[in-house]
């Protein structure tokens, strides 16, 4: 692992990852408290997280061929800055007039989910370009440990902003973050990829080499399964924390929004905890162990949320708030040590100049499910309450163990993997 901290490149990409992280989820925080406060609704709510699945659905397909055809470091830097670029309109409509409503938001989230796309359709593919194959799984690990101190810190700044000054502040903040990353991102080096201009001008098309990737994971079981867990984990897991703990937070506890900016950052000091040591440890043995059981631990521990949802009402605030806190974390937690696992095994399958697709594809499948499944527990919620919300993630997640107990590592690594990890014509 220290061996990373030397390496220039990792150490440049690394920053600039985080800042993006730190600016996206400070973003999503505000909006998440701002929209509860402009509209009430869970099922508004739950629509406004709906909306992105409109962007995803149009560049998903595409963003991924961008960033395996050209320069992914080009790639990285038009997606902030079309990110920053939306930001500062709609900061400057703001401010310049009575605040953004909801329709604002909507075409908001549009933009940045534009911007953000691209950007993370072209990041996994970044570290085996710049480590060897022997740290890709430290350098996941190091990954999450930047997304969780973006989320820590993101959701830490985005709440006190919000609740002392806020939410036009909010942006500036947000803004900033995004600029930074675009600093780091310039004067990061990546070497090219072992395919020739004129192969890639002679090659079919977008469309051509989309299908040809989804052919790539639909002939392999070991990616197509891992793939399909995507969608199933988010859809179930994520709205946990988009929408479920926020409602039963601030509209059954009566939290405000800086307490809940607190209690929701705190969450993931334990993933930071848990990145270097999973850094450390890393084998892919263990890994696919702990992927194939996953889905039971996060059961478990949705279980404890939904005790503490069953005692909000007998117990004291601090009883409640200690076991929902200790649910949301330990759930965070194994999905990040899963995450972990799923993005070193795909980086070890797949040649360099596919990797793009291939997790774009993932992410497609991912975050269209994720829309979906605030949509769905936004009505639950608002229908029947927080406490049902959660026990049918719990139950829906306990279902995916029939994929995940089918997971095999393969024996060999695929034969579209040259020796020294190039993309082989």
Do not use: C
Request: charged share 10%.
């Amino acid at each position: 692992m220290l061996e990373l901290l030397h390496n220039r490149n990792f150490v440049l990409f690394w920053f600039a990852s985080m800042f993006f992280e730190l600016g996206g989820m400070a973003l999503q925080f505000v909006i998440s408290l701002y929209a509860y406060d402009l509209t009430g609704s869970a099922a508004l709510f739950g629509f406004l997280l709906f909306i992105v699945i409109v962007p995803r659905l149009l560049i998903y397909p595409l963003a991924g061929v961008w960033a395996d055809r050209y320069d992914r470091r080009l790639m990285m830097l038009l997606s902030a800055a079309i990110a920053t670029i939306v930001l500062i309109v709609f900061t400057a409509l703001h401010f310049l007039s009575d605040g953004l409503g909801v329709v604002h938001l909507f075409f908001l989230m549009l933009g940045l989910e534009a911007g953000s796309i691209v950007f993370m359709s072209t990041n996994m593919a970044v570290p085996p370009m710049i480590v060897t194959t022997e740290q890709l799984g430290a350098a996941n690990s190091l990954g999450i440990l930047y997304s969780e101190f973006g989320y820590v810190a993101g959701q830490m700044i985005g709440a006190l902003l919000y609740g002392l000054i806020g939410f036009g502040v909010s942006l500036l903040y947000v803004l900033a973050a995004f600029l930074a990353s675009l600093i780091f991102m310039a004067f990061i080096h990546l070497p090219r990829l072992a395919v020739s201009f004129a192969t890639r001008i002679a090659r079919s098309g977008v469309l051509h080499e989309f299908v040809e990737g989804l052919r790539l994971v639909v002939k392999d079981g070991f990616l197509l399964r891992l793939l399909l867990l995507s969608p199933l984990i988010n859809m179930l897991v994520v709205p946990v924390w988009d929408l479920i703990l926020l409602f039963f937070a601030r509209g059954e506890l009566g939290l405000s929004p800086i307490a809940y900016g607190i209690f929701s950052s705190l969450q993931s000091l334990a993933n930071i905890i848990m990145a270097p040591i999973v850094a450390k440890l890393y084998h892919d043995r263990w890994a696919l162990q702990f992927v194939r059981i996953s889905p039971l631990l996060i059961m478990a521990f949705m279980l404890l949320i939904a005790l503490s949802m069953l005692l909000a009402q007998t117990a004291p605030l601090a009883v409640v708030l200690a076991l929902a806190f200790a649910g949301s974390s330990l759930v965070g937690v194994t999905t990040g040590i899963y995450v972990i696992g799923k993005n070193t095994f795909i980086q070890k399958q797949v040649a360099m100049g596919m990797q793009s697709r291939i997790f774009s594809l993932n992410r497609l499948m991912a975050l269209l499910a994720l829309p979906l499944g605030n949509l769905v527990f936004g009505f639950v919620v608002e229908g029947f309450g927080t406490l049902a919300a959660i026990l049918v993630g719990g139950a829906g997640i306990a279902l995916v163990y029939l994929v995940t107990r089918q997971l095999r590592l393969p024996d060999a690594q695929s034969a579209i993997l040259s020796s020294d990890g190039r993309y082989i014509e």
